[in-house]
């Protein structure tokens, strides 16, 4: 997702990386920051950079944020990973995309908060604190929900599956559907998804760039200090708006600062790289594999939201669904892209969300 220029990004990085190489590890960092085992005194340079290199202070801190923001559960298909936002009210389960974690719903969907929902979040197998043995298959994810929500004394929720959480998102729908009662894809896949041979900035970005750390450091301070540099790649990369729709629509987010903090969080919500590899790694594997998907079964109302100039997941994701699933409903975001949080018409799509949910609601 969002980036800035590979062109610039590329020289940047080979700087960063030769004036980063450390002598801690990144188990011992994670270690460190967690709070699981102190890194031993004698190790003076690992120490000072720990404590006075920003590259290291700002993993570290990030690391414990993630942390501290979620709770483990032992279910019996593993341990898992979630937070809840809500103190009552219904249940929305959010499938996330790829890369993720239960910070994602934060990210990108936190227009949903304080709705009259109580939001509950996790990380799929393979991000952050859940491990990927948990399920790698996204029929065997759909089983990891469930149990989250047999833990947690859940009986019934709505569903939210965005962008490669969707084939989960569908299959929780049919192995589950008495635990069901509303289903919301967005920008979801529901077909073969690849990563583009054609494309030389994808294959870079999901090939390497992704996983890096120091990249990703580099990102979140642009994002931070030049959020419109940010937007515009971002824009770039995941729409198929022309040059003046993607300028004026930069335009309109520097001028909603609700928008431009979706910008900052987009960044942290794929960071760190190395605790959301195995996650990514396997989506982009079981991705391929998408086929076939019981969307024909599907009997919970469902809404199904895109951009029609999503880039990332085509629009033609969606109309396989509206055709497919019994009596679903199509809402095309004319100009909307994978991000959703970042058009125009936000606004629009959150009402648009919220009064399905109510019509619905248990």
Known sequence: MGTIPLRYLMIVLLVI?????????EHELYQSASGEKELPK?????????????????????????????RIVYTKMGPVEYSINGESGPYL????????????????FSDMFGKG???????????????????NMYEEQADVAAALMDNLGIKRASVLGYSAGGPVAVYFATRYPKRIWALILECAVTQKWVVSSENLEE???????????????????????????????????????DKAAAQKL????????????????????????????DGMENDVEQLKKVKDLPLDKIKAPT????????????????ALASNTIPNAKLYLVHGGFHVMALTDTIDEITEKRVM???KYSP
């Open 250 to 277: 930069m335009d309109d987010i520097m001028h909603d600062p609700r928008r431009v903090k979706v910008l900052k969080d987009l960044m942290n919500s794929m960071s760190p790289g190395n605790l959301r590899r």
């Open 17 to 25: 990386n030769l004036f980063l190489s450390s002598c801690i590890t």
């Open 303 to 318: 809404l199904i939201i895109h951009g029609t100039d999503d880039a990332d997941v085509s629009v033609a994701d969606a």
């Open 42 to 70: 004698w190790r003076i340079l690992s120490r000072a950079r720990e404590e006075f290199g920003p590259y290291t202070q700002w993993k570290e801190a990030l690391i414990k944020e993630l942390i501290d923001g979620s």
């Open 93 to 108: 389960i959010v499938m996330h995309g790829a890369p993720g974690g239960y910070d994602q719903t934060a990210a990108l």
């Open 203 to 241: 294959k870079i970005y999901f090939g390497y760039l992704m996983y890096n750390d120091p990249f990703l450091w580099t990102s979140e301070i642009t994002g931070r200090i030049a959020p419109r540099l940010i937007g515009m790649s971002t824009i770039e990369m995941e729409s198929t708006l």
């Open 356 to 358: 399905f949910l109510k």
């Open 117 to 135: 929902l109580r939001i509950l979040s996790w990380s799929r197998p393979g991000y952050l604190r859940t491990p990927l043995q948990d399920g």
